[in-house]
């Protein structure tokens, strides 16, 4: 308990204007130095839980159940003036699109000059503009000093989401929240910039949760894995162990919808909205689809680390419960 | 690897990232011609100045010419004869065709002339330069008082979208904006002066008791300060804020509701996400949702520069203020035509000035522009 | 069905799902009821005294049971007279502001299409815009005798640029959106794009416009007879009625001004309140 850096408790997230929730009793937790892959739809409540660790709602959202822990505090407890001081010192955040998240008219070098002194006493203003430049050579910056004189404007897609990385590292945060941080970039640099994401965290040693909906990446890079749909957790557990051996039939179809070389493309079940109320949000599409599924699904633990919220699993596959 | 659900393919996302991360939503023309380096780029519009001026005087030659109405039967009045009615149309030169009458006017502006007035017989250069100086007095408080007003208010709503202080910044502007500027100056007259009688009735720029500093700038605030003279310096002041509090109050509207638009975008857009992500403070946030949207605030200023110039004239006539707008006003309503040509002139070539102004400085200010030109040059 | 189609038809579905009256259509409906309501009073109402009566003998009396907000220096009843003044005022300026309308949108479109006449016509727009209007308006109402549907027309005069600048716009940007875009790639002509999918989306904004315009309008109007131009006394007019209150103003007698102000205040309020909500549901509407 006291190893988890972020712990999220039964977190339900809504929307004012809409009355269903967008994120419905949603637990997990991440370690310290651990990398979490988020994986769902787009509308699945991933962006939301993402931002609900930094203490960040969309306009009109909030908590409406449950609670986030960062390092042993309640996001919901903590004065204004201590979660803004969390947010970059200890929990860093990298956005999908790099143009829009650097900001248009101020130089480069003076957005990492603000975030600097809106956190006291972390460096002086020399050491820290060296700190800068020295940083962006590490995410591949040829050359940090004229980009720090720069604008975004003057940027390519790569390097852009390559100067958030360093903006997101500044402050040496404990954990990295990466949103879909590859979607607004070329396919030819996704790699690079994941790898070095990556590299990066392991050298600082720091967490990092990836929000994707990529499972590939997911299997690549992270240990632990959530899958979420219709703002619920599906399934949780070591990647190993999820990804090669799902036991929701959501992940199943989720799984069986990655292409393999020398396979024609399938698709799951003519796709359908999620239903939103107490029952399994899957249950519309969902093969193994049951009467009791109206109601709250169960949470099965399949093996240690390793649960799935199905009515469907202890009678069916009851060979991973112990 | 593979994509669920309905994503769109990554690059079909990134391109269209780019395209409407890089527009500037109040210039799109910008995005598409390439930009011309800096220096040319103002020689062009300086060059430009002199043709918009002509437009503006050729305009207004023939808008007055053209407009219904018997300007000698005015002069005279109902019961002149046709023969007086001859004579006052050829002195003015009113008999000649409108083409003749046409070049007579361009030669005279371009020897610094507007004509004379038919009615005082002075020429309206001298008429307009000695009220000039009152108009501007009475115009920069009031614009300092509508852009202070305008952007606050703006900025509270778009930070408290939706929320109770947006509600009364909301409330606020409706009511700036639904009440008649004559109204608001009489409504202010009546309790600042008739009810607690703490500021100066409507009598001009100074009181009758006070005589005027002697002429320097034009404007008695000034010359009575250049001149030592403390108690006339503050009678002007005194004098001076009604009339400025009614103009910067009703011009505050417009402003108010399109900084609300304006940084209503900035505040919910991704750099301001980012920002909060990275631990900046609210306010410094908000001052960053300023300085991105600086280019807009700047264009809607200088909309409200141009319209305030002209657009004071009503104020003015209720404040007795002995300004060009008053000039104007009761010019028109004695058919004193070359008056109201020589005001629409100087006043279209002020507005002309201004915008020409702001397209250097946002030229100057936005880095898009700014860093191609310096990196050529 | 095209997929734009679709989208248009989930949105209105949507709007009619939720059933219940949003505070956006209810600014609406209780801006336009009141000027509806005032209308009608100005045209059909009982007025407790003559609007255009003078009393010599009843001059600046403070508002009372029998004059509700006092006379004025001429004897007048201010209340009946504002109320009346509304018959005049009011359909002015929706007149003008339908003349406004009707040039504005047809050159706001033609000069949205492609191509330099499109920036040039704009560029006239602009030079037009930089001249005094208030003074030009003031010049055309004053020589043209001080008749009324020359008050219509400068009222065009004002509005019929903002119009043009708002559907160009409008136009340009939509032009460049995906539906549009998708609509054309399914083969519609472009009459069809025109009608079904470009006016539809620029119909909202054009309305809170209208009731923008017609706010302006009525302030114009207001401003001009302030000054002498326009409506004339014995007619009423709020502008002027406020012109003759103000020399008693001065001297602390508030009646003759504050009962044509709030008359013209909260009609100016209705307006605006209208164009808010239509805004707001424009925007709702919205994808």
Same mark, same amino acid.
């Given at each position: 308990m006291s190893a988890d850096l972020v712990s999220v408790q039964g977190l339900s997230v809504g929307y004012s204007r809409r009355a269903s929730l967008a994120v419905r009793d949603v637990s997990m937790s991440v370690a310290a130095g651990e990398f979490h892959g988020l994986v769902g739809e787009s509308g699945s409540g991933k962006s939301t839980v993402a931002r609900a660790i930094l203490g960040m709602y969309a306009r009109g959202g909030g908590i409406r159940g449950g609670r986030v822990l960062v390092d042993g505090d309640d996001l919901t407890r903590l004065p204004a003036r201590r979660l803004r001081q969390l947010?970059?010192?200890?929990? *860093?955040?990298? $956005?999908?699109?790099?143009?829009?998240?650097?900001? !248009?008219?101020?130089?480069?070098g003076d957005q990492f000059e603000m975030v600097r002194r809106s956190h006291r006493g972390v460096l *002086?203003? #020399?050491?820290?503009? +060296?700190?800068?430049?020295?940083?962006? #050579?590490?995410?591949?910056i040829r050359d940090p000093e004229l980009v720090l004189r720069g604008h975004v404007h003057q940027l390519s897609g790569g390097m852009a989401q390559r100067v958030v990385i360093a903006l997101a590292l500044y402050l040496e945060p404990r954990l990295i929240v990466a949103d879909e941080p590859t979607t607004g970039l070329d396919v030819t640099v996704q790699r690079q910039i994941l790898d070095l994401l990556t590299g990066q965290a392991t050298r600082r040693g720091m967490g990092l949760l990836l929000v994707t909906h990529d499972l590939g990446v997911v299997a690549q890079y992270c240990e632990n894995v959530t899958v979420l749909y219709g703002g619920r957790i599906m399934e949780a557990g070591p990647v190993r162990s999820v990804l090669v051996t799902p036991s929701h039939p959501y992940t199943e179809a989720l799984v069986a919808a990655v292409p393999t070389r020398g396979q024609a493309l399938r698709f799951t079940a003519a796709s359908d909205h999620p239903v939103i109320d107490e029952g399994c949000p899957f249950r519309r599409r969902c093969p193994r689809s049951r009467p009791e599924c109206v109601t709250r699904p169960p949470a099965v633990t399949i093996a240690a680390g390793w649960q799935a919220n199905c009515h469907g699993i202890d009678k069916a596959d009851m060979q991973c419960v112990s | 690897m593979t994509l669920m659900g309905n994503e769109h393919t990554p690059v079909r996302c990134a391109r269209h990232q780019i395209k409407t991360a890089r527009q500037d939503?109040?210039?799109p023309e910008a995005t598409r011609q390439r930009i011309p380096p800096l220096a040319r780029f103002i020689a062009m519009r300086i060059l430009m100045l002199p043709v918009s001026v002509f437009v503006i005087i050729s305009a207004s030659f023939f808008l007055m010419s053209l407009?219904? $109405?018997?300007?000698?039967?005015?002069?005279? *009045?109902?019961?002149?004869? !046709?023969?007086?009615?001859?004579?006052?149309?050829?002195?003015?030169?009113?008999?000649?065709?409108?083409?003749?009458r046409y070049w007579r006017y361009i030669s005279d502006v371009a020897? $610094?002339?507007?004509?004379?007035?038919?009615?005082?017989?002075?020429?309206?250069?001298? #008429?307009?330069?000695?009220?000039?100086?009152?108009?501007?007095?009475?115009?920069?408080?009031?614009?300092?008082?509508?852009?202070l007003l305008g952007i606050t208010l703006g900025a509270i709503g778009a930070y408290y979208t939706r929320r109770r202080p947006d509600t009364l910044a909301r409330f606020g502007l409706t009511v700036i904006q639904s009440v008649p500027d004559f109204l608001l100056g009489l409504l202010l007259i009546l309790v600042c002066f008739s009810w607690l009688n703490i500021l100066p009735g409507p009598e001009g720029q100074l009181s009758f008791a006070d005589s005027p500093p002697p002429h320097v700038t034009g404007m008695y605030v000034i010359d009575a300060l250049l001149a030592g003279d403390g108690s006339t310096a503050v009678s002007a002041i005194r004098h001076l804020v009604l009339p400025a509090v009614t103009l910067g109050v009703v011009y505050s509207a417009t402003l108010g509701r399109t900084a609300r638009a304006l940084l209503g975008n900035a505040l919910t857009s991704e750099y301001t996400q980012f920002g909060r992500a990275c631990g900046l403070p609210e306010f410094r946030l908000v001052r960053n949702a300023v300085l991105a949207s600086r280019t807009g605030l700047l264009t809607y200023t200088a909309v409200l520069i141009a319209s305030i110039i002209g657009g004071d004239a009503v104020v003015e006539i209720v404040f007795s203020w002995n300004g060009v707008g008053q000039y104007a006003v009761q010019s028109m309503l004695r058919q004193d035509l070359p008056a109201v040509e020589g005001f629409v002139i100087v006043v279209g070539t002020l507005t002309v000035v201004v915008y020409l102004l702001l397209d250097l400085a946002s030229a100057l200010l936005d880095p898009r522009i700014r860093f191609d030109v310096s990196r050529r040059s | 069905m095209s997929v734009a189609e679709v989208r248009a038809d989930q949105t209105r579905l949507q709007s009619v799902r939720r059933g219940r009256i949003s505070g956006s259509e209810l600014k609406v409906a209780v801006g336009v009821t009141y000027l509806a309501v005032l209308l009608l009073a100005a045209f059909v109402a009982p007025l407790p005294h003559s609007p255009t009566a003078t009393y010599p003998q009843a001059v600046l009396l403070p508002p009372s049971t029998s004059?509700?907000?006092?006379?004025?220096?001429?004897?007048?009843?201010?209340?009946?007279?504002?109320?009346?003044?509304?018959?005049?005022?009011? &359909?002015l300026a929706l007149a003008g502001t339908l003349a406004a309308l009707l040039v504005g949108v047809p050159l706001g479109v033609s000069l949205s299409a492609s191509g330099r006449w499109g920036e040039r016509g704009m560029r006239l727009v602009d030079c037009f815009q930089a001249l005094p209007l208030l003074i030009l308006i003031l010049a055309l109402v004053a020589l043209s005798n001080n008749q009324l549907w020359v008050i219509v027309v400068a009222v065009a005069i004002y509005g019929g640029p903002v119009y043009i600048r708002l559907v160009r716009s409008q136009v340009l940007s939509l032009r460049e959106a995906r539906f549009i875009e998708a609509a054309a790639a399914a083969g519609a002509s472009p009459y069809r794009i025109m009608r079904r999918h470009l006016l539809p989306n620029v119909r909202d904004i054009v309305l809170a416009q209208t009731s923008l315009v017609a706010a302006g309008a009525l302030l114009g109007i207001a401003a001009l007879s302030?000054?002498?131009? *326009?409506?004339?006394? &014995?007619?009423?007019?709020?502008? +002027?009625?406020?012109?003759?209150?103000? &020399?008693?103003?001065?001297?602390?007698?508030?009646? !003759?001004?504050?009962? &044509?102000g709030a008359a013209i205040f909260s009609c100016i309020v209705a307006f605006n309140v209208v164009a808010d909500g239509l805004r707001e549901l424009?925007?709702? $509407?919205?994808p």
């Open positions: 947010r970059g010192a200890k929990v *860093g955040y990298i $956005g999908q699109n790099p143009f829009g998240a650097l900001h !248009p008219v101020i130089s480069i *002086g203003r #020399e050491a820290a503009r +060296s700190r800068a430049a020295s940083l962006l #050579e590490h995410v591949g | 939503p109040l210039r407009l219904p $109405g018997d300007i000698a039967r005015a002069l005279l *009045g109902p019961v002149a004869t !046709p023969s007086q009615v001859a004579r006052v149309n050829s002195e003015l030169g009113l008999n000649q065709p409108i083409f003749v020897h $610094g002339s507007l004509g004379s007035s038919y009615y005082t017989g002075r020429a309206i250069v001298k #008429e307009l330069s000695s009220r000039l100086p009152a108009t501007i007095e009475l115009v920069v408080p009031a614009l300092a008082i509508a852009i | 004059h509700w907000l006092g006379t004025d220096s001429v004897g007048t009843d201010v209340f009946s007279r504002a109320i009346k003044a509304a018959a005049v005022d009011l &359909p302030f000054l002498g131009i *326009g409506v004339q006394p &014995p007619t009423p007019s709020w502008g +002027s009625m406020i012109s003759l209150g103000a &020399p008693a103003l001065v001297q602390g007698q508030w009646w !003759p001004v504050v009962g &044509p424009g925007e709702d $509407g919205a």
